[in-house]
């Protein structure tokens, strides 16, 4: 069965602290993988997609990664602020049957 | 704006009644998916179109559930005889796909359903 995991479930970090959110998949024949940040009872805003055959993609004080032998994506995020506080997820596109698989998601708190 | 767009955001109804959401998608989009999401939980998928197309759908919907789309444009959800257990969030997200491989997705803000 194809699976997202990330970890941790829930963070909270001091504010002007760097962190790592962890995306991992059990199926590493993807097209691409998508970040994503959601606020509280609103949608999903895309902030990052890493095609297959990249290894990174960059966005302002964002940086995912993708390492598809290890079926692994990290979201990086530089100098967290207050406003970084949201639930993110990861969404892996699957090759075998087309498929968009979606984590739980990570809730992150920034302290102030 | 040119995002995607769901109505209503929110609809409370009592059991068994029909609701319908609608979604429209960003123009020059070709695929449209609905997922519904309960608190604390990721998206989980329902159906997708390429086009007027309906390609998939999830061994969740139950046969309350349909879903149009009728010339390519906007979508329609449709739940029959609502259950307590349909409360959700119903979000619709498209994307260009311009040969076989997926593109980006771009989600609406998603329409709330509480059934009493």
Redesign the interface.
Known sequence: KQE?TQIPAALSVPEGENLVLNCSFTDSAI??L?W?RQDP??????LL?IQSSQREQTSGRLNASLDKSSGRSTLYIAASQPGDSATY?C?A?MNRD????????TRLHILP | DTGVSQNPRHKITKRGQNVTFRCDPISEHNRLYWYRQTLGQGPEFLTYFQNEAQLEKSRLLSDRFSAERPKGSFSTLEIQRTEQGDSAMYLCASSFVPNMYTGELFFGEGSRLTVL
């Open positions: 997202v097209y691409n998508q994503f009872g609103k949608g999903l805003t895309s997609l997820l969404a596109f087309d498929k968009i698989i979606f984590g739980k998601g």
